[in-house]
């Protein structure tokens, strides 16, 4: 059927197709357009207000009250995050030289324990070994004691030669270190040569903590077998080692026996003093930072592993700023002060707080100048901001 018989046969399908084509044909029209234009739309521009600029109400302006920072003069500082290890000298293997098989232990990793207390036992043939050329060197030497005393009353009555004394006296000495080299093997291996066992039991060396275990019931224990002799690792954990990265520019800052505070996110209010003991001679080619280690005593709460902040005070005296205690904003762990912008505006600027001195007053490291301006009460004037 064609389109002209359509539109004769029906009125109402001749509106609809009219319509559609006028449709396509805006359709088509608008399409070519855009497609003919290739400039991008204009940018649209969000203006977006300074989170740190306050303003309030002119008649308000007189209820937060200005203060000109006041300076001081003190030792420079140094921060540096570092961790608590053991003292290498403080750290003792427990070792056993009898190769065999443990058993009965006694003792495990994280165990505090006391110099000579009982560890576990090892069950080894290496010990019926030494027992057996004990006892045989102990035979020897008796004959030829005997043989020595029986040529020197040869000798006497003519008997024998002086050679064939000499010889016998030799024979006596060669039996007697044999003796006691047997007996040195026993102890050792740590056997009693008057009660022999085919065990030998292993004690502690040092009073600590147990830090390093390689060895549990049934395991293999000694060289030959386990691939070593040391079974456990205790450590005196009386003074520790805190060790720090200090990037290579402030190395210079730091010199042997310098005095460092301590301060474990753990425990931050119990700050510990510590010496500078070893500033290290090689740097993290990555990092370009070098390893300082401070020693200090342990108190008892010093756990390896524990995460510190070093605080290391130099010589040479710099001049800091100082405000009020309530001048300072501490909000999400970060310290804020406002300064005056000009009118009923006020910035909040960010500043490093520093240590707290008298009167009720804090150090301002850095982010504030001596002489600027501030405002009295940070948090009256946050809170009048946020309303």
């Keep these: 059927m064609t389109l002209y018989s359509l539109l004769k046969r029906s009125p109402r399908t001749s509106a609809a197709l009219a319509l559609a084509t006028t449709v396509c044909l805006l359709f088509s029209g608008c399409k070519s357009k855009e497609q003919g234009d290739g400039t991008p739309p204009p940018a649209q521009v969000i203006q977006v207000s300074d989170m740190n600029l306050i303003t309030i109400d002119s008649k308000d302006v007189a209820k937060f009250p200005l203060v000109a920072a006041d300076k001081t003069e003190s030792a420079s500082e140094l921060n540096a995050t570092g961790a608590v290890f053991p003292d290498i000298s403080r750290e003792i293997p427990v070792i056993t030289l009898a190769n065999g098989r443990v058993v009965n232990v006694k003792t495990?990793?994280?165990?505090?324990?006391?110099?000579?207390?009982?560890?576990?036992?090892?069950?080894?043939?290496?010990?019926?070994?030494?027992?057996?050329?004990?006892?045989?060197?102990?035979?020897?030497?008796?004959?030829?004691?005997?043989?020595?005393?029986?040529?020197?009353?040869?000798?006497?009555?003519?008997?024998?030669?002086?050679?064939?004394?000499?010889?016998?006296?030799?024979?006596?000495?060669?039996?007697?270190?044999?003796?006691?080299?047997?007996?040195?093997?026993?102890?050792?291996?740590?056997?009693d040569k008057n009660h022999p066992s085919n065990t030998v039991n292993v004690y502690a060396p040092i009073s600590g903590v147990i830090i390093g275990q390689n060895v549990t019931n049934a395991a293999a224990a000694g060289v030959t077998l386990s691939g070593s002799a040391t079974a456990f690792t205790i450590a005196d954990l009386s003074n520790v080692w805190i060790l720090c990265d200090?990037?290579?520019?402030?190395?210079?800052?730091?010199?042997?026996?310098?005095?460092?505070?301590?301060?474990?996110?753990?425990?931050?209010?119990?700050?510990?003093?510590?010496?500078?003991?070893?500033?290290?001679?090689?740097?993290?080619?990555?990092?370009?930072?070098?390893?300082?280690?401070?020693?200090?005593?342990?108190?008892?709460?010093?756990?390896?592993?524990?995460?510190?902040?070093?605080?290391?005070?130099?010589?040479?005296?710099?001049?800091?700023?100082?405000?009020?205690?309530?001048?300072?904003?501490?909000?999400?762990?970060?310290?804020?002060?406002?300064?005056?912008?000009?009118?009923?505006?006020?910035?909040?600027?960010?500043?490093?707080?520093?240590?707290?001195?008298?009167?009720?007053?804090?150090?301002?490291?850095?982010?504030?100048?001596?002489g600027q301006q501030v405002v009295t009460n940070a948090l009256l004037l946050e809170t009048a901001g946020n309303q």
């Design 108 to 191: 495990r990793l994280d165990d505090n324990v006391k110099k000579g207390q009982f560890l576990f036992a090892v069950q080894s043939p290496d010990i019926t070994n030494a027992f057996d050329t004990y006892v045989k060197a102990v035979n020897d030497e008796q004959l030829t004691n005997k043989a020595y005393i029986r040529a020197e009353d040869l000798l006497k009555h003519g008997a024998i030669s002086q050679a064939m004394e000499e010889q016998a006296e030799d024979a006596e000495k060669d039996a007697k270190a044999d003796l006691r080299a047997a007996e040195e093997q026993l102890k050792v291996l740590g056997v």
């Design 246 to 370: 200090v990037y290579e520019n402030d190395i210079p800052k730091l010199h042997l026996g310098q005095e460092a505070k301590v301060k474990l996110n753990a425990y931050p209010d119990r700050p510990l003093t510590g010496r500078v003991s070893d500033i290290g001679p090689v740097l993290d080619p990555s990092l370009r930072t070098a390893k300082v280690r401070i020693q200090l005593a342990n108190p008892g709460f010093l756990r390896l592993g524990m995460f510190v902040t070093a605080t290391f005070t130099g010589q040479a005296k710099e001049t800091h700023a100082v405000v009020p205690a309530d001048a300072i904003l501490h909000l999400h762990d970060r310290e804020w002060v406002f300064v005056p912008a000009g009118g009923n505006h006020f910035r909040r600027t960010e500043v490093h707080a520093g240590q707290t001195l008298s009167g009720n007053r804090q150090e301002i490291l850095s982010g504030l100048a001596p």
